[in-house]
């Protein structure tokens, strides 16, 4: 039980902050594939199957719930006032999981010629995203005032959103960054958590496309990581690599647009701790597969 809090809340920590994904934490600790099998037994296994993926999931769950609650009251307001900060934190961090995956796929990775080509599929996946948004969305939306539009569009992020949350490569957080939605989703949440129910309509709408894109992509990351696991893998290490782009240009998506990140404005500190923290869970993770 303990052990599976953790994962899950060291996970929300992920989620909770554009350029990681929950999914990349669950890789680097070792436990992505039985994430990704127990959602699909809860989705589409059988009746055994699903009890076991249950009891698995509420575990990891409750972990995710306590590090995502205390993300949305702490993380929100450091992200807004010390966006450089964080995000040179998780650049470092993605600096760092990079290799630990290579080495931890290194067998999927001989195989060059067959996974180039959708390595750079991922790294123009979450680049050109990033670009595009820049160009087509507008001004910060306000979720306290519910239209049917507004609603709809949050339904097809939480699907997209929830689809990179599964992948550990980009995050969820960042395609919300990109898509202008992330700072009106966190202050939704902390809305609702003090009791302001003006929230509620919106966020349904963002919780139920979150449920359609978990039980539809869940199908297809497991066919691939089964059949396809070279291409995918490069995929996602191609993703990763993208998403230092979308790191960089995450301030200028902010409800106060701040300058891109520079050289000037990037912190070698935070970024050294973000390698320091991605070793650790490599170190967590160690330990757990050596007793």
Same mark, same amino acid.
């Given at each position: 039980?303990?052990?599976?809090?953790?994962? @899950? %809340?060291?996970?929300?920590? *992920?989620?909770?902050?554009?350029?990681?994904?929950?999914?990349?934490?669950?890789?680097?600790?070792? &436990?992505?594939?039985?994430?990704?099998?127990?959602? $699909?037994?809860?989705?589409?296994?059988?009746?055994?199957?699903?009890?076991?993926?249950?009891?698995?999931?509420? /575990?990891?769950?409750?972990?995710?719930?306590?590090?995502?609650?205390?993300?949305? #009251?702490?993380?929100?307001?450091? &992200?807004?006032? $010390?966006?450089?900060?964080?995000?040179?934190?998780?650049?470092? %961090?993605?600096?760092?999981?990079?290799?630990?995956?290579?080495?931890?796929?290194?067998?999927?990775?001989?195989?060059?010629? /067959? @996974?180039?080509?959708?390595?750079?599929?991922?790294?123009?996946?979450?680049?050109?995203? +990033?670009?595009?948004?820049?160009?087509? =969305?507008?001004?910060?939306?306000?979720?306290? $005032?519910?239209?049917?539009?507004?609603?709809?569009? #949050? &339904?097809?992020?939480?699907?997209?959103?929830?689809?990179?949350?599964?992948?550990?490569?980009?995050?969820?957080? =960042?395609?919300?960054?990109?898509?202008?939605?992330?700072?009106?989703?966190? +202050?939704?949440?902390?809305?609702?958590?003090?009791?302001?129910?003006?929230?509620?309509?919106? #966020?349904? &709408?963002?919780?139920? @496309?979150?449920? +359609?894109?978990?039980?539809?992509?869940?199908?297809?990351?497991?066919?691939?990581?089964?059949? %396809?696991?070279? !291409?995918?893998?490069? *995929?996602?290490? @191609?993703?990763?690599?993208?998403?230092?782009?979308?790191?960089?240009?995450?301030?200028? +998506?902010?409800? =106060?647009? !701040?300058?891109?990140?520079?050289?000037? =404005? %990037?912190?070698?500190?935070?970024?050294?701790?973000?390698?320091?923290?991605?070793?650790?869970? !490599?170190?967590?993770?160690?330990?757990?597969?050596?007793?």
């Amino acid at each position: 039980m303990l052990r599976e809090g953790i994962n @899950g %809340f060291c996970m929300a920590l *992920a989620d909770s902050v554009p350029g990681v994904s929950g999914g990349t934490v669950a890789f680097i600790m070792g &436990f992505y594939d039985r994430f990704i099998g127990s959602i $699909h037994n809860l989705a589409f296994g059988k009746m055994k199957e699903k009890k076991t993926a249950l009891r698995y999931l509420i /575990k990891l769950g409750i972990g995710w719930a306590v590090g995502m609650i205390l993300a949305v #009251l702490i993380l929100s307001a450091l &992200f807004e006032s $010390h966006i450089y900060i964080v995000s040179s934190v998780f650049i470092g %961090f993605i600096a760092g999981a990079i290799p630990l995956i290579m080495l931890e796929e290194k067998e999927c990775l001989k195989s060059v010629v /067959k @996974g180039i080509l959708f390595c750079l599929l991922g790294i123009v996946l979450v680049a050109g995203i +990033t670009w595009l948004n820049g160009r087509i =969305t507008g001004g910060s939306m306000n979720l306290a $005032h519910f239209s049917l539009g507004t609603g709809i569009r #949050l &339904f097809f992020i939480g699907m997209i959103a929830i689809s990179a949350m599964f992948l550990p490569g980009i995050s969820g957080s =960042t395609l919300l960054l990109v898509f202008g939605a992330y700072i009106p989703v966190i +202050t939704a949440v902390r809305g609702v958590l003090s009791f302001d129910l003006a929230y509620v309509p919106c #966020l349904i &709408f963002f919780g139920c @496309g979150i449920l +359609t894109g978990a039980v539809t992509v869940v199908k297809i990351i497991k066919v691939c990581l089964e059949k %396809f696991r070279t !291409q995918t893998v490069y *995929a996602i290490i @191609g993703m990763m690599i993208g998403s230092f782009y979308a790191i960089v240009m995450g301030p200028t +998506t902010l409800e =106060t647009p !701040q300058k891109a990140m520079t050289l000037g =404005t %990037f912190s070698v500190i935070a970024a050294v701790i973000g390698v320091a923290l991605v070793l650790g869970m !490599q170190l967590i993770k160690e330990k757990g597969t050596s007793r």
